[in-house]
């Protein structure tokens, strides 16, 4: 009898942990990078913070990797990571993946699983392009998951409830739709298709079920107010090669931040008289080692001549040397756009934004590349920000209404064009934008 009783005690703490292990969130964040022998930033941070002592860290991966030029689009040598629990720009702890040769790559594979105190970080290969010498594209998922209890208990962090990914994140998705301005319906619709996106499926749950159903009917009443058209051509002429100009020395200067033409599509041009009633650009006073100004220099000329893997591995030296060289992640932007890279591109030109936030034209191609991402939504609230930030910013202010039409957020569009020309009647890029934005507003 004493057995029995004893088997009963076990058994009964076995359910109470399992189900205790069950009633547990955790929360899960992904984040999908692809690796070429294309220039590319060598880190990424993910979306939300997480918990790591007591307190809320952005937490940052670093790509290790070694590419090999054996013919026009380069190999993969070996790739490994690093991720990083950052307070601000203060590193915290870091755990290393070490890194993998290439031969030994597979698809499906778990790179590496490591941990930063109770939080989870592993890196999984998802795709993999080959050719004769070796791998040329690798896309990695990457994912960073913890108990949803180690947020809860961060009761003085802002958003520290956040939990990505599930039911719940997607609420909140839906939260931040409802949470945007009426009058900016395409871009309350485009988050409220994220947040179906990051919802389970419906038929999982009957809660899942309700969400759909609701989300839906919410899309269904906005789209009558949200004009439905092509904001962008699917053929785009490419961009044109920037000319071989002199670089930067010694300090970053403005002087190439319109290095290349917007494609024709992006039709906000900046004029000598408009430069010349507006304020400057501020020049960044980041140094830049004279090496890899050399190196900027060099990848500007081979891409002159059409010299593109020569000119990548320049510019790849460039920013290996001085990764936050403003420049250089234009150039680094305008070569993965001209590629369609676009999820690249925004990567580099929001590193470049993060150097000089009040540059226009990057903005708008910012925004460019999130569209293409479906990420619009998301672009149009950071571009708000900046708007905000510099109020008699003219150019700012166009870039946003232009990003807003593109959108398709013909109101938001037609409000600020309006604003822009009740203080200057004579703004023709206001007026003309204007114009565009009435024949499709009716």
């Known amino acids: 009898m004493p057995r029995v009783a004893r088997l009963c005690f076990l058994v009964t703490c076995f359910i109470v942990i399992c189900s205790s292990a069950l009633l547990a969130e955790n929360v899960e964040q992904t984040l999908i990078r692809m690796f070429s022998y294309d220039p590319h930033p060598g880190s990424a941070v993910f979306a939300d913070k997480a918990p790591f002592n007591g307190k809320m860290h952005d937490f940052e991966i670093v790509f290790v990797e070694s590419w090999q030029a054996k013919d026009e689009t380069g190999t993969l040598k070996q790739i490994g990571f690093k991720i990083q629990a950052k307070m601000g720009e203060q590193i915290v702890a870091s755990s290393d993946i070490t890194p993998v040769v290439a031969g030994k790559i597979s698809k499906d594979q778990q790179m590496g699983n490591v941990k930063i105190g109770d939080v989870s970080f592993s890196a999984s290969v998802t795709d993999i392009a080959k050719n004769k010498s070796g791998i040329t594209d690798l896309t990695v998922s990457f994912k960073l998951s913890y108990d949803n209890a180690g947020i809860d208990s961060l009761q003085s962090q802002p958003d520290s409830n956040a939990a990505p990914g599930g039911l719940n994140f997607a609420r909140k998705l839906a939260d931040r739709a409802a949470a945007m301005a009426d009058d900016k319906p395409a871009a309350r619709i485009s988050m409220y298709n994220r947040a179906l996106m990051a919802a389970p499926a419906a038929d999982t749950s009957p809660e899942a079920a309700a969400f759909h159903k609701e989300i839906n009917g919410v899309i269904a009443s906005l789209q009558g107010s949200a004009p439905s058209f092509e904001p962008f051509r699917h053929t785009l002429p490419g961009i044109e090669k920037p000319a071989v100009a002199d670089a930067p020395v010694a300090t970053e200067t403005a002087s190439a931040v319109n290095g290349a033409d917007n494609p024709a599509d992006m039709p906000v041009a900046t004029s000598v008289a408009d430069r010349q009633t507006e304020t400057p650009v501020p020049a960044s006073n980041i140094a830049v080692p004279e090496q890899a100004v050399a190196n900027y220099k060099e990848a500007r000329t081979f891409f002159a001549q059409n010299k593109g ?125 204007l114009q565009r934005v009435n024949r499709l507003h009716k």
């Open 309 to 433: 893997p020569e000119g990548r591995e320049a510019l790849r030296k460039a920013l290996e040397i001085a990764p936050a060289y403003h420049d250089a992640l234009l150039l680094l932007g305008d070569n993965a756009t001209e590629n369609r890279r676009w999820a690249r591109a925004k990567d580099a030109f929001k590193q470049a934004l993060d150097v000089r936030e009040r540059d226009a034209d990057t903005l708008l191609k910012y925004f460019k590349a999130c569209y293409y991402i479906g990420e619009g939504a998301d672009a149009i609230l950071y571009l708000e920000q900046v708007r905000n930030k510099y109020p008699t910013e003219r150019r700012i202010q166009l870039t946003v209404a232009e990003a807003n039409f593109q959108l398709g957020d013909l109101p938001a569009a037609k409000a600020l064009c309006d604003e822009m020309l009740n203080k200057d009647p004579g703004d023709t890029r206001a007026r003309d934008l």
